[in-house]
């Protein structure tokens, strides 16, 4: 055995796939992390991680190679209980940090090496949730990289007069590589009628520099109950993090009983990612990308620029927020498409996409995206070619809601080559809008403005149909913004 790696052979485990290999794979990246080994798997190896409450930490790269993984979350002890956590083992400190404000460059504090920062303001609340799930929202946040010079990479988002919570944690210099291994998960087959119970039996990473590359994971064996999976890979908190070459799949759609006590389907997710500053998805893929009965396979929450290339995936979604650039490049998005709140720039280029929409605004958070849109060479097959009345952008805002922050349109939008298959329309159909029409005809008083888009430039754009492109059904929105 080589002596600059360690295997989870040498502390007792099996690889049959039957005896439970959890606690030996504990106890060899425990060891690793002692000593900085590389921990390498049996190439033929099926490891079985059993039903034990129990985390592998992992701060060494780590070659799964052809390796076999199960885990059957039919029986277990703990479902919230990740099996890997990816960590830096550098406790998170602090930083005087008294005040922010928006687009901040620069801050008068200086540190030894980059650093990730997330700060809080629990004295207000931003994205608070509108429709079946709605809830109070959550505290203004925002994350960021601190450079040795002070100064700020990931602009910052809100303006702080008050912060409650800073936490810090040194950005490790050396890139982290976790790469391989078929992972296969027998779905949980909980009932619970009422709320969510999200099972965490994946791979959390926490550690800022971190590539985890060519990761499969298959799940089996749901049935007509079940609870959503938070995310087989789950990043959270830290910087630089690239997801390449990984092959996801679909989870199931179960229903529950939301917040507003009427039934919602339960959102579950394999890849998914939280206040990351710098997130990439690179060449990732699944089967099946047009089947409604499996929900979308990627989630994400407060981060900020995000690139997905090369990928084909259901859908890409950021529910409360991306800001700086957001590009989808050279890919090709499934059922449910893309979706998008935030500020800053929104580009999809050379792209193939089948959602309902060219891009969705949520309009559970109020439709928002202050900043720009570009669209480049794309084709879009509206709803999978199912009959439709194709509309480029969802916009969903009456202006009656508070969401904790201004609402926003794009403020402009420009497409250069755009393709649309819209071969399957109903016979009342007039042509593609830009825009839904994000008005409400019974409402009259609106204490929450919907800020309007100023420009929609268009060249290249081409119909199936033949039929002309408009900006949108609402005359109002119309005449305020300028087509060219």
Not at 262 to 280: K, W
Not at 416 to 432: K, Q, R, V, W
């Amino acid at each position: 055995m080589a002596t600059d790696i360690i295997t989870y052979e040498a502390f007792g485990a099996k690889g049959d796939g039957i005896n439970d290999d959890l606690p030996a794979i504990c106890q060899a990246h425990e060891e690793a992390n002692k000593t900085g080994q590389k921990v390498v798997a049996r190439p033929d190896a099926c490891y079985h991680l059993g039903r034990r409450a129990l985390t592998a930490n992992i701060e060494t790269d780590t070659d799964w190679n052809t390796a076999r993984f199960i885990i059957d979350d039919t029986d277990l002890e703990d479902h919230k209980e990740w099996l890997f956590n990816v960590r830096s083992g550098i406790e998170h400190t602090t930083l005087p940090i008294k005040k922010l404000h928006r687009d901040q460059r620069q801050l008068d504090i200086k540190v030894d090496q980059s650093t990730f920062i997330l700060v809080e303001n629990d004295q207000h609340n931003v994205y608070i949730r509108r429709g079946l799930n709605q809830n109070a929202g959550f505290p203004q946040s925002d994350c960021f990289i601190l450079h040795p010079d002070g100064s700020i990479e990931g602009d910052i988002d809100w303006d702080y007069d008050h912060i409650s919570n800073v936490r810090a944690k040194p950005i490790p210099e050396k890139t982290l590589s976790i790469s391989g291994g078929i992972f296969t998960t027998y779905a949980n087959r909980m009932r619970q009628e009422t709320g969510y119970n999200y099972h965490s039996r994946g791979i959390t990473i926490g550690r800022s520099n971190t590539v985890i590359d060519s990761v499969t994971h298959y799940v089996v064996g749901e049935t007509e109950y079940g609870h959503p999976y938070r995310g087989f890979l789950d990043a959270s908190k830290c910087a630089n993090v690239t997801y390449q070459n990984c092959f996801a799949t679909g989870h199931k759609i179960y229903s529950t009983i939301g917040s507003a006590g009427e039934p919602v389907n339960m959102g579950s997710y394999d890849l998914h990612a939280n206040n990351i500053v710098n997130f990439s998805l690179i060449n990732c893929r699944m089967n099946h990308i047009k089947d409604r009965t499996r929900w979308g396979v990627i989630g994400s929450n407060f981060c900020k620029n995000i690139l997905l290339d090369g990928c084909e995936l259901s859908r890409m979604d950021t529910h409360m927020g991306v800001s700086g650039t957001y590009i989808i490049r050279n890919c090709t998005l499934g059922h449910m498409g893309l979706n998008a709140i935030g500020r800053g720039t929104l580009k999809i280029e050379n792209t193939t996409t089948y959602g309902p929409t060219l891009a969705s605004f949520r309009g559970d958070y109020g439709s928002t995206w202050e900043g720009d849109v570009e669209v480049t060479n794309v084709r879009w097959i509206p709803s999978c070619g199912e009959e439709t009345k194709p509309r480029l952008f969802a916009t969903h805002n009456d202006g009656t809601h508070d969401f904790g922050y201004p609402c926003f349109m794009p403020k402009s939008v420009v497409i250069n080559g755009l393709d649309i298959d819209d071969s399957n329309t109903p016979d009342d159909y007039t042509g593609p809008v830009v825009f839904t029409d994000p008005d409400n005809p019974d409402v009259s008083d609106q204490p929450f403005p919907y800020q309007r888009c100023e420009s929609v430039t268009l060249k290249n754009v081409n119909t199936e149909s033949g039929k002309s492109i408009q900006v949108s059904q609402n005359q109002a929105l119309n005449e305020c913004i300028q087509l060219s």
